[in-house]
């Protein structure tokens, strides 16, 4: 058989096994994670629903304590996001989110036996505590299963689930109250006894579907294994530091097709020991405080949003079952939108781009809300609200996996991004008070300049990936392998160059 036949053969082969490998990963992996943070965000936001449904009344809350029982959530959820990722990898991925999420079913549980304020606080304060290391340990897990470039449209699939855990939360709420009297428990009870303990038997699923890393994978084949390994390393590999500019990668298949049998160890199994330099560097990078605002000023609106908007129809004039009914339908034009931008801003290669064309769409909706005189127009500014602050979250999520290289790097600076745009959660639970019923027009406005600021630090995040590009290709950015090496010699860090190098270009 003659090279150019060989060389065709192999290519073939290849091209076959990333289909395989990625329809397999999306199989297994992908239904798991979403259906994990759907119950995550159903588990902290069915709060909402539960209020509407008797919750305040019951446990006699006055003023200002439900906001506050939302606001203490994130404080240990904030807490808890870095030293989860951190631990992830000794504990393995698949252990460590079993872990969590029977942990917090069995709180979500136990928020359908609350008496009274403290009580209802001090659960809270644990379902933070627990629920914190779900979306960076998810985030991490993900871009070490899938490519660069490959990611947002999964993380776009498992964000979609928080789209979708309104809609079906909303739906849920309206059966499940219909419990209300039965074993003498009040309907809102049951709303949490019962997604709680739906919760904890999932739990069970996260330990034995999702695999702890590719090499582990016992739905791939060896050969399946060493490619989806193989085609990682390749992705992330990076000139060797003696040499600044060799011949530059290519996407094609055709010219990557002729290593891929050799072994290739796991970047989760890799063994990279852990450097409080490189957790350094994940907390101060500029790209992570840049993200990390813009995510903060937009996930306050989101989460206003999510625990708010069951009240805010309420006073649209709707009650009870179609209350309940009437908070679905933004919700599944979110998830719609959320997919659909995901799998664009994949092929295209951009991320900070499309949370500047869908925030407007985010504002629009704010200002339709504070002007308008009909509760027709409020509700359709309400439509605008989710489906644009909902499909930018997993632009914000992907550029931080995509923008650092290094494992401990990638894990803090993946946690950090989420604990500052969390911090949005002290805002975001009081903006909504009783006293601006119906319209609840101060909370719209501090919503719409939480979510302006937002854009503008998007900006200066997409602007800055261009500038440092440029940089880079300019050979500005040649004496980070001078710097690098003095650190070997020094044996001051054993960890990889990773996003230092000259030739590792950020995704804007």
Known sequence: MSEVTQTLDRTSRARALEKTVLRKLDC?????????????????SNIGNAKIAGLEKD????????????????????????????????????RWLGFLVAAWGLVTTLTGLTQNFAGLVAIRLLLGLLEGGLVPGVVLYLSCMYKRHELQFRIGIFYAAASLSGAFGGLLASGI???????????????????????????????????????????????????????LKQDDELPSIDHLHGTPKSDAIELRVTSYESPISDPMSEHEEFEWRELRRGIFDIQTWLNGLSFFGFITSLYSFSYFFPTIVSGLGYSGYQAQLHTVPPYVLAVVLTVAVSALSDRVKLRGPFVLVL?????????????SKTNTARYIGSCLIAAGTYASVPCILTAAANNSSGHYKRATSTAVQT??????????????????????????????????????????????????????????????????RVLLNARLTKAPIGDRHPDFMFTP
């Open 419 to 484: 604990a500052l745009a969390n911090a949005s959660g002290f805002i975001a639970t009081f903006i909504y008070t009783p006293d601006q019923m119906p319209r609840y027009q101060k909370g719209h406005t501090i919503a719409l300049a939480c979510v302006v600021f937002a854009w503008f630090m998007s900006a200066v995040q997409v602007l800055h990936c261009l500038w440092e590009n440029k940089a880079r290709r300019e050979g500005r950015r040649d004496s980070n392998i001078a710097k690098y």
């Open 359 to 371: 925030l407007p769409l985010t504002m629009i909706g704010y200002i339709i809300a504070i002007e």
């Open 177 to 231: 109250v219909q419990m209300d009297g039965v074993l003498k428990l009040a309907g809102w009870r049951w709303i949490f006894i019962l997604e709680g303990i739906a919760t904890t038997i999932l739990s069970i699923m996260t330990i034995f579907v999702l695999p702890c890393d590719v090499a582990s994978a016992k739905f791939l084949t060896k050969e399946e294994k060493d490619y989806a390994l193989w085609r």
């Open 28 to 44: 297994r992996i992908l239904p798991a994670v979403t259906i994990l943070y759907l119950v995550s965000f159903l588990d902290r």
């Open 59 to 94: 446990l006699h809350l006055h003023g200002t304590q439900f906001n506050t029982s939302l606001a203490v959530f994130f404080i240990t959820y904030i807490l808890s996001e870095i030293p989860s990722n951190i631990v992830m990898k000794k504990f393995k991925p698949n």
